[in-house]
């Protein structure tokens, strides 16, 4: 088997406009086509053809009332510009010394481990979301 790419990530929305909003205005993805699935959804264009699928399912399974753990399930996305990218979610109220489950909480990890910047911040369901980039 010979893999060619990631195609795509599902995540499960509680409230399927809210999340729409977060992914659009947060993360700046652009909505595309979705066929007619007999339960609601939105898909997004991530990059390179890559897609993030929202779905709304009664089973799924949540976090719950987590706040940001590095090391829970996560997915990352790749930025131009570390710098940019916070002061961005500076300018919407994310911030770094707000409490652990509030939903504008940022994890910043500059000098990570991993041998690149990272912010980690959650959406609407409190799905983890990884923001890195190559250098600071």
């Known amino acids: 088997m010979e893999i060619q790419a990631l195609h795509h990530v599902t995540l499960t929305a509680t409230d399927l406009e809210r999340s729409r909003r977060f992914y659009r205005e947060i993360l700046g993805l652009r909505e595309i086509d979705r066929p007619p699935f007999p339960f609601p959804g939105a898909w997004f264009e991530v990059a390179g053809g ?19 753990d590095t090391r829970d ?15 961005f979610l500076r300018s919407l109220g994310y911030r ?25 911040i959650l ?4 799905h983890v979301i990884e923001i890195n980039a190559e250098r600071l």
Do not use: C, W
Request: aromatic share 6%; no cysteine; charged share 25%.
């Open 50 to 68: 890559q897609q993030l699928h929202l779905i709304v399912h009664d089973g799924a399974t949540l976090r719950g009332q987590k706040g940001i």
């Open 123 to 126: 959406d609407p369901d409190r």
């Open 73 to 87: 399930n996560h997915f990352a996305i790749r930025v131009a510009d570390y710098s940019a990218a916070l002061e």
């Open 96 to 120: 770094e010394d707000t409490e652990a489950l509030d939903l504008m909480k940022m994890r910043l990890q500059p000098r990570g481990t991993a041998g690149f910047p990272q912010i980690y």
